[in-house]
C-alpha cells in the first residue's frame, strides 16, 4: 500500500471518529444552531406544543367577511398540515367526514351597571361533532349566537351576563357569566378570559372546570384542573359552571371507521420501544403566574434556503467535506 493511500484511510477515520465525536456532542451541548436539549426528536419540556391545523382560517374568513354568523359553515379541513408550507406538523390528524361548521361567540359581554343584565334564552342544546362539549344556541336583543354549554343547560332557560363588580360577591347561577372580581372562592367556572375582552381562552374542554381560589388586589387567583394557578384581572370574564359531555372521555367508538370519521388517524403501527421518556415524574407546583401584560403578536415568517452543508449542523474538524468519508483527501491533484 503506498503511503498516500495510508494517509487517505488515516485522513478517512480520523473524519469518521470527528463526525461521530461531534454528533454525541450536539446531543448534550449547544452548538450553531441553538441548545439541543430534546431527546429522539421530541419537544424540550417547557416549550409550548405545536399550533392545531384543523380548519382553514383563510377560508373561514372568505365565507364570512370576517364577521360572526350563527349559520352553518363547510370549512375546509386542513387536516394537520399547515396552510402555507403544506408539511404534516400535527399527528393523528386526518380528513375525516365533512360536518357542519358552527362558530363559537366567546365574548360574553352586558351592562357595567348595578343590577343591569343582558338576558338570553336558550333556543337548542346539540352536540357539536368539530369540538368536545355541547354547543348552546342562545338568543337576546342583539341576536342568535353559538356558545358553549354547561352541564345543567336545557333548551328554554335564561341565562344573564353582567360586567358589574359589587362590593360583595354575587350569589351566581350556573350558566350566567360575571366578571372573576364579583365571584367569591369556591365558585366552579369555565371559558375563561386571558385578558379583559379577549375572550375565553382556558377551560373549553368538555367536563373540564376551574375554582376561584382568592382575592388579591385588582387579581383574582383561579386554579386548573391541573392544579396551576394563574392570578387573572378581576375584570376578565368567566361563566359559571362545568362545561357539558364530562363522559366523552368514556365513550367508545364502535370501529376504526367511526373513530376516522370524525377526523382522528392512526398512528404508524410500527414497534417504539418505551424508554421512559414520558414517565411520570412528580414534581414542586410552579408559584402563582399572573398575566398582566397581553401576548406580543407573532413575528413574521421568513423563508430561508440552506445548503446541504449548512443542513449537517457540523462545525470544527467535523465540518469537511463529506468525499473526505470515501477516501478522497483535501489535497490538491496535480497532473504529471
Not at 44 to 59: A, I, Y
Not at 160 to 172: C, E, Y
Request: glycine share 12%; net charge positive.
Amino acid at each position: 500500500m503506498s503511503l498516500r493511500a495510508v494517509s487517505s484511510v488515516t485522513g478517512c477515520g480520523y473524519a469518521l471518529r470527528s463526525r461521530l465525536a461531534s454528533a454525541l456532542t450536539l446531543s448534550s451541548t449547544e452548538g450553531p444552531l441553538g441548545p439541543l436539549g430534546a431527546k429522539r426528536h421530541l419537544p424540550k419540556r417547557g416549550t409550548k406544543p405545536l399550533p392545531q391545523f384543523l380548519w382553514d382560517k383563510k377560508h373561514l374568513e372568505e365565507l364570512t367577511g370576517g364577521e360572526y354568523t350563527h349559520k352553518p359553515l363547510r370549512v375546509n379541513r386542513l387536516g394537520g398540515r399547515d396552510p402555507e408550507t403544506g408539511r404534516k406538523v400535527n399527528q393523528h390528524i386526518g380528513g375525516g367526514v365533512k360536518f357542519d361548521y358552527f362558530m363559537i361567540d366567546n365574548c360574553r359581554r352586558g351592562p357595567s351597571n348595578f343590577g343591569a343584565f343582558y338576558e338570553e334564552r336558550v333556543l337548542e342544546v346539540r352536540r357539536d361533532p368539530n369540538r368536545g362539549p355541547h354547543i348552546a344556541l342562545v338568543a337576546g336583543s342583539k341576536g342568535k349566537r353559538w356558545i358553549l354549554a354547561t352541564e345543567n343547560m336545557s333548551a328554554g332557560q335564561v341565562i344573564k351576563t353582567s360586567q358589574h363588580i359589587p362590593d360583595n360577591p354575587v350569589l351566581a347561577a350556573e350558566g350566567n357569566a360575571y366578571p372573576l372580581g364579583a365571584l367569591s372562592p369556591g365558585t366552579v367556572i369555565n371559558s375563561i378570559e386571558k385578558y379583559p375582552g379577549k375572550g375565553g381562552e382556558f377551560i373549553i374542554a368538555a367536563g373540564s372546570s376551574a375554582e376561584v381560589v382568592r382575592h388579591q388586589g385588582d387579581y383574582v387567583v383561579i386554579r386548573m384542573p391541573n392544579k396551576h394557578e394563574f392570578a387573572l384581572h378581576k375584570e376578565c370574564m368567566a361563566t359559571v359552571g362545568k362545561l357539558s359531555h364530562g363522559d366523552l372521555k368514556d365513550k367508545i367508538f364502535g370501529s376504526p371507521n367511526m373513530h376516522r370519521r370524525f377526523g382522528y388517524r392512526p398512528s404508524s403501527g410500527l414497534f417504539h420501544k418505551k424508554d421512559g421518556y414520558f414517565g411520570r415524574k412528580i414534581r414542586r407546583l410552579p408559584p402563582v403566574r399572573t398575566l398582566d401584560q397581553p401576548d406580543l403578536p407573532p413575528c413574521d415568517k421568513l423563508a430561508l434556503t440552506l445548503t446541504k452543508t449548512d443542513l449537517t449542523g457540523l462545525f470544527g474538524t467535523a465540518n469537511v467535506h463529506n468525499l473526505l468519508a470515501s477516501g478522497y483527501s483535501g489535497r490538491d491533484y496535480h497532473d504529471e
